[in-house]
């Protein structure tokens, strides 16, 4: 079955009730495979069959039919929709905040102010103050509660919407009283009214939810800011003699086109630099502080910025291929992903507010009939007493806070690595990082520069030119990095290379091929046994000598015969050594599994502290010492960059991937390094850890609101200490913990990597 993905904007999503009712009616349609709802992002994402796309349609207007919004995410995002619905917000805030002020002195602290007709005045001019939050600022929350109970769920706004208005419906009954005889004892010898509460309930949750997205707008800056570093047009050069340009939109430039980019100005697509030089801004991609001195050859990303001088760019790649897209797209899919503790708070939540409900009229029951009797009632009757417990329960419990936990994280954690040139893929690799005790590093590409060069060709039954000449025939269907300095070494001889027949990879051993009828053989002194050549002891004495300089060897032979090798040296990546210290800091056994020889895998090894060294492993075996590890108790993080590391990263329970290594690699990881920097690796994971701290302090602060709020607004320490928690106070604290928890969130944008 091939499915097709989309996002959806959703608006009008309160709390991770509301994510459960969206999730509901999205995946009601028999089209949809998967959904995912994100309250943070207000976003969801579905997976539909693409023989029926037809159901997106319907999909949206089953949405729209309810209290929710939905219509197509726009990949560059509508900031004027945004800041007009914030702005609007802020008024209705403005709104509460003002007539909050007079609502509480004549509630709680003026005396009396004689008749007003045969209406009490202080209670009259309270009700009136009270009635334009309730009705404008607050009728959002009756609205989608009731559109909400209709599809037989609670969320958030059926708590705010039930303790408002019982506390606003007895404070009018009240005031009527008043004027009008005939009411019950309870309600015309009453004392107290509520309509204090009624105006800081709305007015604390308005400017939580003002807070709240405004934190949104702050926790999603890293991905805006990487969709405005895409230009919309480019200098496209028409006549590559004259040099002269059109402006195109870079959506419509082809690969190997030529552009122009003038000093100051983004580069529009990934391409190399074509006679021209300068100094490149990166750190928009890869987080790199330094300007990068670029000249002819050298690969250029879209997005970032040259420096000094015009240069003209080759691209390699269209707009919709770029690295600058690609990550934009994980970043997007990063943050639609659950983590699975999410799931677990998403289910704890669908059942929350009904046993809310449950539990306030329960408690509330308690109190008006024999509670109150019990204790020294702070209220004038039972009946008041119960109003307040009921009124103060439902709205501290609102789950705002459990929604919030763990989106909010996430968002902001997966942006911080975005504009740090770490990109996490997998939200459940994310959740073991706090875990994960083993960190496997592949030598070639990840601790080295992955650009080894021949240093040296021994002879033994042959010449110079025969023994790279055949190395470089046999090597033309390897993309290995040994294989293109072995390349680069030829051709600085001549292009010519003997026509080689029949090429053969073996895996992790080398490259098998006939020339002349004879078979030739490139690679390991293990393939070279296999092929029948016979290798005498003074050789094999000569090759144990050389292996002990820490190079790697490339044995060529022709027929039975060993004709020479090749040795390749490798440099160690200057941050190696001080990735591995601060790996080993962090609580990490560090091992280097290579399937190069034990001498130089040593040599490497300890020049940048690793003590645990796997040598000598094929390909298909990596992926068997990963899950040998695992059998052991441990949880493992993979660095790997090559297409032999795609079975290891997939085994391993956090996989981590050089930008600049094969498809297959980096569709296999959880992780992607853009600058292929070791350093940057472990910054990735202690970024996880760091995210996941957040989403434990957030989760351990919602439940804890909740059990000492909850307990506190229904009365538990009323017979103890005579005080219970008022309506107001309950909405001040419901709203200070929404508000706690993403500000704990935003902490994770002045996170940073770890330096060398």
């Not at 989309?6 to 495979?33: P, W, Y």
């Not at 050859?297 to 600058?324: H, M, P, Q, S, W």
């Not at 109150?372 to 329960?393: A, K, Q, R, Y």
């Not at 989760?699 to 909740?706: C, G, H, K, P, T």
Request: hydrophobic share 45%.
């Amino acid at each position: 079955m091939t499915l097709e993905e989309f996002r959806l904007d959703i608006t009008g999503m309160s709390c991770s009730a509301c994510v459960s009712s969206v999730e509901k009616i999205i995946s009601q349609h028999n089209a949809v495979e998967a959904v995912s709802v994100n309250l943070a992002l207000n976003r969801a994402q579905i997976s539909i069959n693409r023989n029926n796309l037809a159901a997106l349609e319907s999909i949206i207007d089953n949405i729209n039919q309810t209290k929710y919004k939905a219509k197509i995410h726009k990949k560059i995002p509508n900031s004027k929709d945004v800041k007009a619905d914030l702005r609007l917000q802020g008024i209705k805030v403005l709104t509460a905040v003002i007539l909050a002020i007079p609502t509480l002195w004549l509630t709680m602290f003026s005396s009396s102010l004689g008749d007003l007709g045969s209406f009490d005045a202080r209670l009259t001019l309270a009700m009136f103050t009270t009635i334009p939050v309730y009705f404008w600022s607050g009728w959002s929350f009756h609205t989608n509660a009731w559109s909400s109970l209709r599809r037989g769920s609670t969320n958030m706004d059926v708590l705010i919407h039930l303790g408002s208005s019982v506390a606003f419906l007895w404070s009018i009954i009240v005031t009527i009283s008043t004027g009008v005889s005939g009411f019950p004892g309870v309600i015309s010898n009453a004392e107290h009214v509520f309509f204090d509460g009624v105006v800081f309930i709305i007015g604390f949750v308005l400017i939580g939810n003002y807070l709240e997205a405004s934190a949104k707008i702050k926790a999603t800056d890293a991905i805006d800011s990487l969709m405005e570093l895409r230009p919309n047009n480019a200098r496209l050069v028409v006549d590559e003699d004259s040099k002269d340009t059109e402006t195109t939109s870079v959506e419509l430039i082809s690969i190997k086109s030529l552009v122009k980019v003038l000093a100051g100005e983004t580069i529009p697509l990934d391409g190399v630099l074509e006679n021209s030089k300068a100094s490149v801004d990166e750190s928009t991609m890869t987080g790199e502080s330094y300007p990068v001195r670029k000249s002819s050859g050298d690969e250029v990303l879209a997005g970032t910025i040259v420096l000094d001088g015009t240069v003209f760019i080759r691209t390699t790649k269209n707009y919709d291929d770029c690295l600058l897209n690609g990550i934009i797209e994980l970043v997007e899919r990063a943050q639609m992903e659950k983590a699975p503790i999410q799931r677990l708070v998403d289910r704890i939540s669908e059942i929350f507010v009904p046993i809310v409900v449950i539990l306030a009229i329960l408690a509330s029951l308690f109190w008006v009939t024999f509670g109150g009797d019990l204790i020294d009632n702070p209220m004038n009757s039972n009946f008041e007493l119960g109003i307040m417990v009921l009124v103060s329960t439902l709205v501290i419990a609102c789950p705002c806070a459990l929604g919030l936990a763990t989106p909010t994280a996430l968002v902001v954690g997966t942006g911080a690595g975005a504009k740090n040139g770490l990109l996490i893929k997998g939200i459940e690799a994310l959740e073991l990082t706090h875990k994960c005790d083993t960190l496997v590093l592949d030598k070639t590409g990840t601790i080295t520069s992955g650009k080894p060069r021949v240093s040296h060709i021994e002879i033994i039954d042959g010449e110079v030119k025969e023994i790279l000449s055949l190395a470089s025939a046999l090597e033309s269907e390897s993309n290995h990095p040994l294989a293109s300095a072995i390349h680069k070494s030829w051709s600085n001889v001549t292009s010519e290379r003997p026509d080689v027949e029949d090429i053969r990879t073996i895996a992790g051993m080398g490259l098998v091929g006939k020339l002349d009828e004879q078979v030739v053989a490139v690679g390991s002194r293990e393939l070279l046994e296999d092929v029948g050549v016979e290798i005498t002891e003074e050789t094999s004495n000569r090759l144990e000598k050389a292996s002990l300089k820490g190079v790697s060897l490339v044995l060529v032979s022709q027929g039975a015969r060993i004709i020479g090798w090749i040795e390749l040296t490798d440099r160690v990546r200057e941050s190696s050594k001080i990735a591995v210290k601060k790996a080993k800091q962090m609580g990490f056994e560090v091992i280097m599994l290579t399937g190069d020889n034990q001498n130089s895998a040593n040599s490497i090894a300890e020049k940048v502290g690793i003590t645990n060294v796997i040598a000598n492993v094929k390909p298909d075996q990596k992926a068997n010492h990963i899950s040998s590890l695992q059998e052991n108790g441990h949880i493992v993080a993979m660095l790997g960059d090559g297409i032999n590391d795609a079975a290891a990263l997939s085994q391993a329970n956090i996989g981590l991937a050089m930008g600049a290594g094969s498809d297959i690699a980096l569709d296999a990881a959880d992780f992607v390094i853009v600058r292929n920097d070791l350093i940057d690796a472990v910054s990735s994971l202690d970024l996880g850890r760091a995210t996941m701290r957040r989403i434990r302090t957030n989760l351990a602060w919602a439940f804890v609101y909740n059990l000492i709020g909850i307990p506190l607004a229904m009365g538990l320490l009323l017979p103890l200490t005579g005080m219970l928690l008022p309506p107001s106070f309950a909405a001040a604290a419901m709203a200070f913990s929404s508000v706690s928890v993403v500000a704990n969130s935003l902490v994770l944008r002045w996170w940073s990597p770890l330096q060398e």
